[in-house]
């Protein structure tokens, strides 16, 4: 088993009397990293709340109810929270009411278990986001040798669980992926009721990686209105599928203030939504590859450091541009993203001048370890 590196953090806040909430996109492995979480443990009641009967079981519970549940169990693992019908409201009843009783509920669609649990347990959760695994987890695994050698394969079939230890039948299990399971929350859990619409937006946005997105032009391309084009695209971020850059100003007059990018979160997933896995020697987009895998890679370190930085873009009306900032306790760093290691690196010179930065480090395939994985953390 490949190991996560939110494991530490949840066994650590097990004992702490707090709801635990596990969010991440469907096959992101919550399960399997909950139950290793819980693998020393004979103390667990565990529900999932896919199964019909299980939402029948909690479709009134008080806390008497639960105790029955519970029986001599101490910990609760709830998969699939979202599905229960009130379930805030319902793990609110144990915890305040149980308060031996340990929660870990997990939600593939923080629109839905977000938006219930969010009130009934305010100052009583934690909360945790699962991605793919992260360079930093598969070097961990295969050693760093090894894992930058499967680079190639990372930006063409991404890193999803089942893809990484199925390698072989990665096209089949991604086309299954990105048609079925990553659809499922969006369309079951929102107002989206046109599902072609919906794949011509997400087909659009993986044309688009890495440059500046324009929701009144999506909106021609979809045939849909640009208010329901970032409807959309904010629920395909709360189903983890995409997320946004938005673009950074702060003292120039000149620079873009309300631009944005829009990334997957995982590589192969874009390439499935596109049909598209050809080898990189024969792709005309493999820089838009490199730069989505490091701002998405970069993104899985924050929440699995669960760190308060922020990313943005930076870009000018005089087309100068820098690929990505992060601001973390209000220290800035800011990088260039090339594929090719001979590219010559742009000076920036106004933007460092502006920022105090003494430099904008180029990140390349021979490099981009230091990037992903600081030498503090390895």
């Not at 009843?93 to 009934?120: H, K, M, Q, Y």
């Not at 409807?231 to 631009?259: C, D, G, H, M």
């Not at 598209?276 to 490091?294: Q, V």
Request: glycine share 6%.
């Amino acid at each position: 088993m490949i190991s996560r590196k939110l494991q530490q953090p949840l066994t650590q806040h097990l004992a702490e009397g707090k709801a635990l909430i596990v969010y991440g996109a469907r096959q992101v492995g919550k399960t399997t990293m909950i139950n290793e979480v819980l693998a020393h443990r004979d103390d667990v009641l565990r529900l999932n709340g896919d199964a019909s009967d299980v939402r029948a079981l909690l479709a009134e519970v008080t806390p008497t109810r639960w105790r029955q549940l519970l029986g001599p169990r101490k910990v609760l693992f709830l998969d699939e929270a979202q599905r229960i019908e009130d379930i805030g409201v319902k793990l609110k009843l144990v915890t305040d009411e149980l308060p031996d009783i340990t929660i870990i509920a997990s939600g593939s669609s923080s629109f839905e278990l977000a938006n219930r649990i969010n009130e009934p347990l305010t100052g009583r959760k934690w909360e945790f986001c699962l991605t793919p695994f992260s360079f930093q987890e598969l070097v961990w695994h295969h050693g760093l040798l090894e894992e930058r050698r499967n680079l190639a394969q990372r930006l063409v079939y991404g890193s999803y669980p089942e893809i990484v230890t199925h390698q072989d039948q990665a096209q089949e299990l991604l086309r299954e992926l990105a048609s079925s399971y990553l659809y499922r929350d969006v369309l079951s859990g929102s107002q989206i009721r046109k599902q072609e619409k919906l794949e011509t937006l997400v087909q659009a946005l993986a044309l688009q990686v890495g440059a500046q997105v324009s929701f009144n032009e999506l909106a021609q391309l979809c045939g849909l209105d640009g208010k329901t084009v970032e409807t959309y695209i904010a629920i395909l971020e709360q189903a983890f599928i995409v997320f946004r850059l938005p673009s950074f100003s702060r003292n120039l007059r000149n620079e873009l203030k309300f631009s944005r990018k829009v990334y997957f979160y995982d590589n192969g997933v874009r390439n499935a939504v596109l049909g598209s896995f050809a080898p990189l020697e024969t792709r005309s987009d493999t820089g838009k590859l490199w730069e989505n895998y490091l701002v998405s890679e970069r993104r899985k370190n924050n929440l699995n450091d669960r760190s308060f930085a922020k990313g943005y873009f930076w870009r000018t009306t005089q087309q100068q541009e820098i690929d990505y900032i992060e601001e973390n306790d209000g220290a800035l760093s800011a990088f260039e993203f090339k594929w090719n290691p001979r590219t010559r690196v742009k000076q920036h010179k106004s933007f460092k001048e502006a920022y105090q930065l003494s430099s904008v480090p180029l990140i390349t395939p021979d490099n981009y370890d230091d990037f992903l994985m600081p030498a503090s953390e390895g």
